[in-house]
């Protein structure tokens, strides 16, 4: 994995660089926007994750984050930043120029090492998603309507990467639909609090649990219903989990209080990039979405 480091401090690049001293992590730094800028767009380069300082003399952070986003070679990148600047209104400009994951100055090293670890299994979900989404793509673009019934994270992957090409964006239908399904899947069924993510999260522990919890007997017999109907020109989806329900309305938008936790903005991304509309219902282990704008 290829991280590029951006710090215009050169006490801060190295403190960075000595907490992510991993063999499988090559890091390369910046100590400007524009030295940042310039190795993003340099032919042949690629990075993996962006952990970005948003002020900086010349182009900050925010400028950096917006040209990042803007620019469809790189907006997939996830971008960390890493920021003194952490009134709930600054943090709001950051989630809406697209940092979804936060660092405060001075951070603890091991948020900062969680945090990375949790933007980089992220991004790496979605890729595999996304490398799958052509899939079939001739076939469920013939379906009227379909049924399926889902238990683990690998299962709710492969559905998703087969169902995003019943969006106009393939890959960004796929992720939408996939945060949706793995939060059925982990929230409802298997009952994982964010709370309990969180700390999951930290200790790199997330996976082992869910497969934990998967063959436990009270959760063994759960799975999550996924159905999709055709209305006139658009897709509506209906995902359904076996649990308890969750209170769903503080997870809707981009909320400045959780931008530092390693989770819990999935449910967000979806709803602002993925559908039309997306509605909780009930308790909350009912999720009713629209795709507009059908590709068949």
Same mark, same amino acid.
């Given at each position: 994995m290829q991280i590029l480091v951006v710090d215009d401090e050169p006490f801060n690049l190295d403190i960075i660089a000595e907490t992510l001293d991993d063999p499988s992590y090559r890091l390369v730094t910046a100590d400007s926007g524009e030295h940042a800028w310039d190795l993003l767009r340099r032919p042949g380069n690629h990075f993996d994750l962006v952990v970005l300082d948003r002020m900086m003399r010349g182009i900050d952070g925010i400028e950096v984050l917006r040209r990042i986003k803007a620019d469809a070679r790189l907006t997939d990148?996830?971008?960390i930043m890493q920021t003194a600047a952490a009134s709930p209104d600054q943090v709001r400009e950051g989630l809406q120029a697209g940092a979804h994951y936060y660092l405060t100055k001075p951070f603890d090293l091991e948020a900062l090492q969680t945090i990375v670890r949790a933007a980089l299994e992220d991004s790496a979900l979605r890729h595999a998603t996304a490398q799958d989404v052509d899939v079939q793509n001739t076939v469920i673009a013939l379906a009227e309507s379909a049924s399926f019934r889902i238990r683990t994270l690998d299962d709710a992957q492969r559905l998703a990467s087969l169902l995003g090409n019943l969006f106009p964006e393939p890959q960004v239908g796929a992720m939408g639909l996939s945060e949706l399904m793995i939060n059925a899947i982990e929230h409802g069924n298997l009952e994982i609090s964010f709370a309990e993510k969180s700390r999951l999260k930290e200790v790199d522990r997330w996976h082992e649990e869910v497969e934990r919890r998967l063959a436990l007997p009270e959760y063994r017999g759960r799975s999550v219903t996924v159905s999709v109907e055709r209305k006139d020109d658009d897709w509506e989806f209906l995902?359904? *989990?076996?649990? %308890?329900?969750? *209170?769903?309305? %503080?997870?809707?938008?981009f909320d400045p209080e959780r931008a530092f936790a390693p989770n819990g903005r999935g449910i967000a991304l979806a709803r602002q990039l993925a559908f039309a509309s997306l509605d909780y219902e009930g308790c909350?282990?009912?999720v009713r979405a629209i795709a507009g704008g059908s590709r068949a």
């Open positions: 990148i996830p971008v995902i359904e *989990d076996q649990g %308890q329900g969750f *209170d769903w309305h %503080q997870y809707l938008e909350g282990n009912r």
